[in-house]
């Protein structure tokens, strides 16, 4: 049973370009939610997708946006990077907007230059 | 708003039992999470418990909940160098969709 996958893994981008991060939830899993972890922090909620719309935001800008697929696999987008993006990017997945597991993907490491 | 507090660091021989506190704000909390981030790695769930349960025991992992006071504990009993690790308390928002972290214990197991 494949658990949460993401990717790419590390990713290193330049100050104000654009970048998207994939993530394949746990089989058998619709709601994908999408957290950022800077170093020595606690993970902090994005925001959660559901039937393909987005559920519920947390506390961070417009550049962050995202996408669900049909297959329920989502994306991350964030546009004009800025150094304090640099974080690990964790990917949670869920059956339903009310289960209470996540279970988390690796994360993929992004780095602003 | 909601938070949840942790201390930052443990320190503990092989063989003991590691106890790592939390506490939250939220007194309408429904689950409470324990997570494990080894370095370089996403988060593990270890346990969680519900908040009409005092107390929630799996293997080695001991969850107590205290409500009135809004403290949750793990104890992890005959601590191993593999538990070494960041421990993460984290509890459900109102709404159940998203988590609200600490900012996460480093257990560091000494042989």
């Known amino acids: 049973d494949a658990g949460v996958t993401q990717s790419p893994t590390h990713l290193i981008k330049t100050r104000g370009q654009q970048v998207t991060l994939r993530c394949s939830p746990k089989s058998g899993h619709d709601t994908v939610s999408w957290y950022q972890q800077a170093l020595g922090q606690g993970p902090q909620f994005i925001f959660q997708?559901?039937?393909?719309?987005?559920?519920q935001r947390g506390n961070f800008p417009d550049r962050f946006s995202g996408h669900q697929f049909p297959n329920y696999s989502s994306e991350l987008n964030v546009n004009a990077l800025l150094l304090g993006d640099s974080a690990l990017y964790l990917c949670?997945?869920?059956?339903?907007?009310?289960?209470?597991?996540?279970?988390f993907g690796p994360g993929t490491r992004l780095t602003v230059t | 708003g909601e938070d949840v507090e942790q201390s930052l660091f443990l320190s503990v021989r092989e063989g003991d039992s590691s106890v790592i506190n939390c506490t939250y704000t939220?007194?309408?909390?429904?689950?409470l999470y324990w997570y494990k981030q080894e370095p370089g790695a996403g988060l593990q769930l270890l346990t969680y418990?519900?908040?009409?349960?005092d107390m929630k025991q799996d293997q080695r992992l001991t969850v107590l909940l205290n409500k009135k006071d809004k403290h949750l504990s793990l104890r992890i009993a005959d601590t191993q160098t593999g538990d070494s690790a960041i421990y993460f308390c984290a509890d459900l928002n109102q709404a159940g969709t998203a988590l609200i972290f600490g900012k996460g214990t480093t257990l560091s197991v000494s042989s």
């Open positions: 418990i519900f908040s009409n349960m």
């Open positions: 997708y559901y039937e393909e719309e987005e559920r």
């Open positions: 949670a997945s869920r059956i339903g907007v009310g289960a209470y597991e996540q279970y």
């Open positions: 939220d007194s309408s909390s429904t689950y």
